[in-house]
């Protein structure tokens, strides 16, 4: 039942929370810290339970062909794992800028976790929809929470956009329980194949991987993240680009690899093309920003598309690639997201040209930013470097030259601008106003940098890398995923 209590626990909290308010107000100060952590331990003992063998949650009592059924197994508890560390860091620096004083930050906050938990771990595509309803909703209001008007148009922005990516979920759902009459994953991935014609295949495809696409933010059909990233307060902003977006990578590499591994590997050459334009296009727009946080959202843009590169080689080396450049980029990039808003901050404008001589006066932050810079600009030995080194090596053994090579220009490309950011930190430049004790953001990105570290060696670590390399060996044996729903 481990995996019922992850979708159930944070959406708990966030029902109990206005409640706590209304009758005890006084506690939630100690109330949501444990709700917190309580969420992040049920979401870890979750993907625990499913790592060394499927474990499965049936709902009512029902049959996977006829009712809900829950499923953890080693790609759903990676994600699983990455959630719950992404969260928890956000969290952490919510609660040491807030407090517990806007209870309803909190209430979007755990319904998100929740939501995102459930599509981690739903068998079925119609309460992947419906999770994804609950995730986007939360998403949408979290951006738009701090109600400045660049903070609201940027989450109608990303209503709209994402609403219409909804909509192509919903109809490829619809598509496929109109052409075969069920709904779970793993049943689907028989049937589609052999009841499906073709060209209804050809739309199912197209539908789900247009929805997704936009959900996930890659180009082109990025236009809403680069305003939600850089509009949201500075916890958002990592939170989105470190996990959020990788949830939909998550959900878009389930279906592809059951439905459409055999039956559609054009639809991985779609993928592949699609992370391709996400590389160059995110990092040419992102050369031309001024705005610290733009740069770094078109940035997401580009590591979107180096994840979408291993995705899309359909391959056992390419997914477990793409899993560990998902990890390596949370790190990354919600720690620069957490650096730059804090900087930012302090200093009242988020111009890159006006953020001069901040290493004088918060070296902590300029130092942290830095290590995070050169991991995701790609510098050995850093986990960024190595993540790129084994998409190349996926790409070329996949016969895809052109991926490899858009990855090795990417790196170029990215420490152009990288390069521009510290070139300001470093140089000399007026002291900026007297700041405030950082507790919670500093010491999140230092953990963050030295994760980065560790992560470089992970290659070297037989323990930690057999763990990644065997997500991507179970991912792609779609039998083992299918025989473990089916046989009960």
Same mark, same amino acid.
């Given at each position: ?78 994600? !699983? $794992? @990455?959630?719950? =560390? #992404?969260?928890?860091?956000?969290? %952490?620096?919510?609660?040491?800028? +807030?407090? &517990? ?57 990303? !209503? $709209? @956009?994402?609403? =219409? #990516?909804?909509?192509?979920?919903? %109809?490829?759902?619809?598509?496929? +329980?109109? &052409? ?59 939170? @989105? ?248």
């Amino acid at each position: 039942m481990m995996p019922v209590f992850a979708v159930i626990v944070p959406m708990s909290w966030a029902f109990l929370i206005p409640l706590i308010y209304l009758f005890r107000h006084k506690l939630l100060g100690y109330a949501i810290p444990v709700f917190a952590l309580l969420s992040f331990a049920v979401t870890v003992a979750s993907a625990v339970s499913g790592w060394r063998e499927h474990n499965l949650a049936f709902l009512g009592g029902w049959t996977a062909e006829l009712g809900i059924v829950f499923v953890v197994d080693k790609l759903s508890a990676a994600f !699983l $794992v @990455l959630a719950a =560390i #992404g969260s928890g860091a956000a969290f %952490l620096v919510s609660y040491g800028r +807030f407090k &517990a004083g806007p209870w309803r930050y909190y209430v979007i906050f755990f319904l998100l976790q929740s939501a995102m938990n459930g599509i981690l771990v739903t068998g079925d595509m119609f309460n992947l929809f419906v999770f994804y309803e609950i995730f986007s909703l939360a998403a949408y209001l979290l951006v738009a929470f701090t109600m400045s008007w660049q903070a609201i148009e940027a989450g109608l922005k990303y !209503l $709209v @956009l994402g609403t =219409i #990516g909804a909509f192509f979920i919903l %109809l490829s759902t619809a598509y496929i +329980f109109i &052409a075969t009459g069920t709904l779970n994953m793993a049943l689907l991935s028989v049937t589609l194949p052999q009841q499906v014609p073709q060209e209804t295949l050809t739309v199912i495809a197209a539908c789900l991987l247009l929805g997704l696409c936009l959900k996930i933010g890659a180009f082109p059909v990025h236009f809403w993240l680069p305003d939600a990233h850089s509009s949201a307060q500075t916890a958002v902003s990592a939170l @989105l680009s470190g996990v959020v977006v990788k949830i939909s990578i998550y959900a878009l590499t389930r279906v592809s690899l059951l439905f459409f591994l055999e039956s559609r590997p054009a639809f991985f050459t779609m993928i592949s093309s699609i992370g391709i334009l996400s590389i160059l296009g995110g990092h040419l727009m992102a050369i031309r920003q001024e705005d610290i946080k733009r740069l770094l959202a078109y940035s997401t843009v580009a590591q979107i598309g180096y994840i979408l590169v291993g995705v899309g080689t359909g391959t056992a080396a390419g997914i477990t690639a793409a899993v560990f450049q998902a990890f390596n980029h949370m790190f990354m990039k919600g720690g620069l997201f957490i650096a730059a808003g804090q900087l930012a901050e302090d200093i009242k404008t988020r111009e890159i040209s006006k953020m001069r001589g901040l290493f004088q006066h918060r070296k902590g932050f300029v130092i942290v930013f830095t290590i995070l810079t050169a991991a995701i600009v790609g510098i050995p030995p850093l986990n960024g470097f190595m993540g790129k080194w084994f998409l190349m090596l996926a790409s070329i053994d996949a016969g895809n030259i052109v991926a490899a090579l858009a990855l090795a220009l990417g790196t170029v490309l990215s420490a152009f601008y990288y390069l521009r950011i510290l070139s300001a930190f470093y140089s000399q430049g007026e002291a900026p106003p007297g700041r405030k004790p950082y507790y919670w953001p500093l010491r999140v990105t230092v953990v963050f940098a030295a994760l980065c570290v560790l992560l470089g060696f992970a290659p070297f670590i037989s323990p930690l890398w057999n763990a990644f390399t065997g997500i991507g060996t179970r991912a792609v044996d779609t039998a083992a995923y299918i025989a473990a729903v089916l046989a009960e």
